[in-house]
């Protein structure tokens, strides 16, 4: 119902800059939506590289180029093949989350608002990635954290800066937002308004007997509409692959295979996991004791008992040796990969604090000979020599290209298969050939190469899919062109008709809903048109089936409540095909009073309509206050220099 009373399009995109480290740190803050304000527009004074200042702050194109790597990534795990020219509809309104951003920490740091380092490194630690295994923050943990997150620790703490800053000023500025009774109560009896109508179809069908076109009308249709019948540019392809099947023959030798498995042994070598129990405790005199009870025979955990609940034991299943030195570190590893099965190791010093270990169980594993690992290492190695055999083939024809080579010189200088494609759009459709189909992994080349003029020197174009190389240069070319009229006469002639009958069907409809205007019914109306159209049909409906409604709203449902009591009008069918008429016969008005949980609930949205209003206003003061302004040349230059550099 709210997107009734107030169409508002929010853009979400900036919330995943505070998302990165807010939903880490407690789940996020109650923050309002507040992204995508509008900012100044002069950029004077800045520097090339600032594309915009509020007050003291300023968003950097490194801040940017980081918030967009950032989001490509994020975008990645969706779309493996995703790149930046696929995201540029995020750039404007995670510049204006930037902006925003920026805007608050001025606006804090201009009065004094207390934004401390102690405040924000509260926030930090409580960052479930930061704590270490006793729980605790740990500044590895926390390394690891930044580490994975692609940030550094001036980028947190501006992150946790600005949504402190928002938490605490708008927060309680949005909270206020509250509607009366009074016009929660209005607004829910306009929502139960009730009206009953007429609706009718004209279609264009019924209007199309008789219409005969001639040669001077088609011709005349036809010279007004050209574009509908242009024919895109159309080009042959000549491409010469460079894959797999050139370098087929490259194979391993077994002096090459023997070599690698000599050269990784440690991978090639037997291993074992370690299934461990463990405590840590914060000083050496307590882990002493508990190692001491330990080793003198008694469990672990009752080892640890007297020590209370900040010696927690914990255990840890088939560990590897480098899976558990990334736990706990690698003098503790080393130290526990060394014990016999049973062994108490320990108390040893380490990042997290004193740690003492039972070695629970140990599972031996087995390793390869270099028969049994001969058959794996040759893959690798072929798959290796091959690609490596892939990239000679093409620096071969680059560079026979670079002496000036054309086409058919550099690719038969590498004796490469050519195939010409027939004439083809963009799409990569044959108009000529319609079962001709581009391999989807030519989707590059087919892109470089209707870029490419006629004498254009070949390219050598990355296939998708990693399906290797390919080189291009055009063979024909066929500008963009109308279709001729005799080729295309029989589609020209249906449009023709059919617009005819649009016309007819279009003069029918106003005849209709003028009549029905002046006081008949729409039935009446209907009887003057000569025509046979499908009978009227009767409407009744409330609003609120427009407001509560789950998907598209009828054209027809969304006219009855737009006129008024009386009064008749039409519109052309969505789908095409014809017009429909609509006419309201009888508005009875709402009663909210008899709907009291209608009301509450208008209440409540009307209230959230107001709490954004009051947050918006708020951050647009700021940045008035901060004389937020934005450098557009530096803006769009970035843009255009981010679009086009790939991944």
């Known amino acids: 119902m709210l997107t009734f009373f107030r169409r508002v399009s929010k853009s979400k995109v900036g919330t995943w800059i505070m998302a990165l480290v807010v939903v880490a740190i407690m789940g996020g803050f109650a923050a309002a939506d507040i992204s995508n304000f509008g900012s100044g527009t002069l950029g004077f004074g800045m520097s090339s590289g600032t594309l915009a200042s509020a007050g003291s702050e300023t968003v950097s194109e490194r801040d940017m180029s980081d918030a967009m790597q950032h989001r490509l990534q994020q975008v990645r795990q969706e779309r493996g093949d995703a790149d930046y020219a696929s995201i540029m509809p995020d750039f404007g309104p995670i510049l204006d989350e930037l902006i925003d951003q920026r805007s608050l920490l001025a606006f804090a740091d201009k009065y004094d608002f207390p934004l401390s380092k102690r405040l924000i490194d509260a926030e930090i630690a409580q960052i479930p990635g930061t704590k270490g295994l006793n729980g605790q923050f740990s500044e590895q943990s926390y390394r690891t954290f930044l580490a994975q997150q692609h940030l550094t620790d001036a980028q947190v703490r501006q992150l946790i800066g600005a949504e402190l800053a928002r938490r605490l000023l708008i927060t309680p500025v949005a909270a206020s937002g509250h509607a009366s009774v009074g016009m929660a109560t209005t607004y829910a009896s306009m929502l139960l308004e009730e009206r009953t109508g007429e609706a009718a179809v004209i279609p264009a069908d019924a209007f199309k007997a008789g219409l005969q076109a001639t040669d001077t009308q088609l011709q005349q249709y036809y010279s007004a509409n050209r574009t509908r019948y242009m024919i895109p540019e159309q080009r042959a392809l000549r491409i010469a692959r460079i894959g797999p099947e050139q370098v087929a023959g490259l194979t391993a030798t077994d002096q090459e295979i023997m070599a690698y498995y000599n050269a990784n042994k440690a991978t090639y070598a037997p291993t074992d996991t370690r299934s461990l129990s463990q405590v840590v405790v914060p000083d050496q005199a307590t882990a002493n004791a508990i190692a001491a009870r330990a080793k003198g025979g008694a469990a672990l955990a009752a080892a640890a008992a007297p020590a209370g609940a900040n010696a927690a034991v914990t255990t ?224 009744t409906a409330k609003r609120i089936q427009i407001a509560t409604a789950q998907g598209p709203v009828s054209p027809a449902l969304k006219m009855l409540f737009t006129l008024g009591a009386g009064k008749s009008s039409f519109a052309a069918i969505p789908e095409g095909g014809g017009f429909f008429v609509v006419k309201v016969d009888k508005i009875t008005p709402g009663n909210a009073i008899v709907a009291p949980n209608l009301i509450t609930q208008v209440q409540g949205q009307l209230g959230g309509v107001a709490s954004q209003d009051y947050a918006e206003q708020f951050v647009a003061a700021i940045k008035r206050q901060m004389k937020v302004k934005r450098n557009n040349s530096a803006i769009e230059a970035f843009r255009a220099r981010l679009a086009t550099s790939g991944s």
């Open 316 to 539: 840890l299943a088939d560990q590897t040796r480098q899976a558990y030195a990334g736990v706990a570190g690698d003098q503790t590893a080393n130290a526990v990969f060394s014990a016999a099965p049973g062994a108490i190791v320990g108390p040893i010093h380490s990042d997290f604090g004193w740690v003492v270990v039972k070695i629970d169980s140990v599972k031996a594993g087995g390793g390869k000979s270099l028969t049994q690992a001969k058959a794996e290492i040759a893959a690798k190695l072929n798959d290796e020599k091959r690609k490596g055999g892939i990239e000679e083939l093409v620096d071969k024809v680059q560079n026979a290209i670079d002496g000036g080579a054309n086409f058919d010189e550099a690719v038969g200088a590498a004796k490469l298969t050519v195939s010409t494609t027939p004439l083809v759009t963009a799409s990569g459709v044959s108009r000529a050939d319609a079962s001709f189909k581009m391999p989807t992994e030519y989707a590059p080349v087919l892109q470089t190469g209707f870029q490419m003029a006629q004498n254009d020197e070949p390219e050598i174009v990355t296939l998708a899919n990693k399906a290797g190389y390919a080189v291009v240069s055009p063979a024909q070319i066929v500008p963009a062109a109308p279709a001729p009229i005799a080729s295309i006469r029989a589609q020209v002639l249906g449009d023709w008709t059919q617009d005819q009958a649009m016309q007819r069907a279009r003069a029918a409809a106003t005849q209709v809903a003028n009549k029905a205007s002046s006081g008949i019914s729409v039935a009446d109306a209907l009887k003057g048109l000569g025509t046979a159209v499908p009978a009227v049909r009767p409407m």
